[in-house]
């Protein structure tokens, strides 16, 4: 029963895993990829350490466990904070990752030290490998942990309910089921059955959980949903230079308007000398004038705008970057009313001529 227990565990987290980067989004930060990876490499241990049949062996898979039960807290911790857009310092998130990487490392020492365990064996119960743990002094890091991260996360949580009034409830909601239910888990669950990592289950329920607020948490992200959108409309392309006009990067928008920027080098001048040309002096004319003017490039039928502005990574300048707008239907609507225009006024001449002549011979008719 255990064992079917941490198999269904398993095969349920990696069907979250698969639905998760099947629905992935260029926004998502890296943090959301980081808990299905590491829920579901704890859940494949719990697996392997059911069935170990040695206590070297069972030892190992545990410290991969604790690689889980280490760094998931605050993986949890910084997509709450992300979700309530409080954003941490470098230097505090920095901080944060030596503390936890440090209890891990301390974690490693079982079966080495008695610091984190003083002694540890494995028995079989239920049909499955337990490790049968009398804890180290140190191990108490590891309680202080995980304690830290959950009441940081439940802090967090209340601050964006009742502090961000854009920020949407039901997604703090989810997450605050998430964190009780985890200590649930913890408490409770030990009460109920000591041989079963409870915590597997709870690792679940959080994935479950933030599938259900990554699938719409970008509706809340209008920068994301913009640049999403003017993607997918694929009239608007990227061009990514640095300072010395060398060609970076672009978008697949980009390299379709321009295909001779598609196989140019990175970190090398453009190749083609009338785009270079081109690019450089737009350039130089935004870099003199602080100001950019939209200038028109034509490419074979179509007319493009192109914009040169700034390029910035995060605060910082780095470059320039040129958008690119395709505007040949603007323009050829734009031709069609001049001519139409045109058209108009010639016959609003040719018929205020024919009134004219008109106007004349009832004139000289009523001389005669």
């Not at 997450?175 to 985890?182: D, G, K, P, R, V």
């Not at 699938?215 to 809340?220: A, M, T, V």
């Not at 040129?322 to 058209?343: A, F, G, K, Q």
């Not at 016959?347 to 008719?365: M, V």
Request: charged letters at 20%.
């Amino acid at each position: 029963m255990v064992l079917s227990f941490y198999i269904v565990i398993f095969a349920l987290s990696l069907a979250c895993c698969i639905l998760f980067f099947c629905n992935k989004r260029n926004y998502y930060p890296v943090l959301y990829a980081m808990v299905y990876i590491l829920s579901l490499l704890s859940h494949a241990c719990y697996v392997l350490l059911a069935k170990s049949m040695a206590l070297r062996e069972a030892l190992i898979i545990n410290k991969f466990i604790y690689i889980g039960g280490c760094f998931f807290p605050l993986v949890g911790l910084m997509i709450i904070m992300s979700i309530c857009q409080i954003k941490l310092p470098k230097w505090a998130v920095f901080f944060l990752l030596i503390i936890t990487a440090t209890v891990f490392g301390i974690s490693t020492t079982a079966g080495y030290s008695p610091i984190f365990y003083k002694d540890v064996s494995i028995e079989m119960r239920y049909g499955v490998t337990v490790l049968i743990k009398e804890y180290g002094p140190l191990h108490i890091l590891f309680y202080l942990l995980i304690g830290s991260f959950l009441i940081a996360t439940l802090i967090v949580l209340a601050y964006g309910w009742f502090k961000k009034p854009n920020i949407s409830k039901r997604d703090l909601a989810i997450a605050a089921f998430m964190q009780i239910f985890s200590i649930f888990c913890y408490f409770v669950g030990r009460m109920v059955m000591k041989e079963i990592e409870w915590m597997a289950l709870a690792d679940l329920v959080d994935e479950i959980g933030f599938l259900l607020i990554m699938n719409h948490i970008g509706l809340y992200r209008v920068d994301d949903l913009v640049i999403s959108s003017i993607q997918n409309e694929g009239k608007v392309g990227f061009i990514a230079m640095d300072f010395k006009k060398r060609y970076l990067s672009a978008t697949d928008v980009a390299k379709r308007f321009i295909p001779e920027i598609a196989d140019n080098p990175a970190d090398h001048v453009i190749k083609d000398d009338n785009l270079r040309d081109l690019f450089d002096k737009w350039i130089d004319q935004y870099s003199v004038e602080k100001m950019s003017v939209d200038h028109t490039f034509h490419k074979d039928k179509s007319i493009y705008l192109i914009h040169v502005q700034d390029l910035y990574d995060g605060n910082q300048k780095r470059g320039y970057l040129l958008e690119i707008t395709d505007d040949t239907e603007h323009l050829e609507r734009m031709e069609d009313i001049e001519r139409y225009n045109m058209n108009l006024n010639r016959e609003l001449i040719a018929k205020s001529k024919k009134i004219k002549e008109l106007e004349s011979q009832k004139e000289s008719s009523a001389k005669s």
